[in-house]
């Protein structure tokens, strides 16, 4: 997709605090798109949130914990509208 197709849409990142979810999120960000962070870590996240001008939702949160994705997903509809891209960077759960 070219960059003014991404414009304005919302993108969903897990684990945006550090590695390729923070460069996911700078990506999604230069191209226009409105992000809604997610990770466990506060700070990282914090770091990386400040790295874009203007707001930038952020949640912090285990993704592990099932319930966390409505969360999520509400809080990201509420702010910023339909969800686009979403992109689950890490976690496992044993059942």
């Known amino acids: ?7 304005g ?5 897990t684990r945006a605090g550090s590695g390729i979810g923070a460069a996911l999120a700078s990506e999604a960000f ?4 409105n ?3 997610a990770d466990v870590d506060g700070s990282p996240l914090r770091a ?7 707001e930038t939702v952020v949640v ?16 990201a509809y509420d702010t910023s509208g339909d969800i686009h891209l979403v992109f689950k960077m890490s976690a496992f759960r044993v059942l």
Do not use: H, N
């Open 60 to 75: 912090f949160t285990d993704v592990t914990d099932l319930e966390f994705y409505g969360r999520l997903a509400a809080k």
């Open 35 to 37: 992000v809604v962070l």
């Open 48 to 54: 990386v949130a400040a790295t874009f001008p203007g």
């Open 9 to 13: 849409k919302t993108s969903v990142i």
């Open 1 to 7: 997709m070219s960059s003014a197709e991404l414009t």
């Open 30 to 33: 230069a191209r226009g798109m």
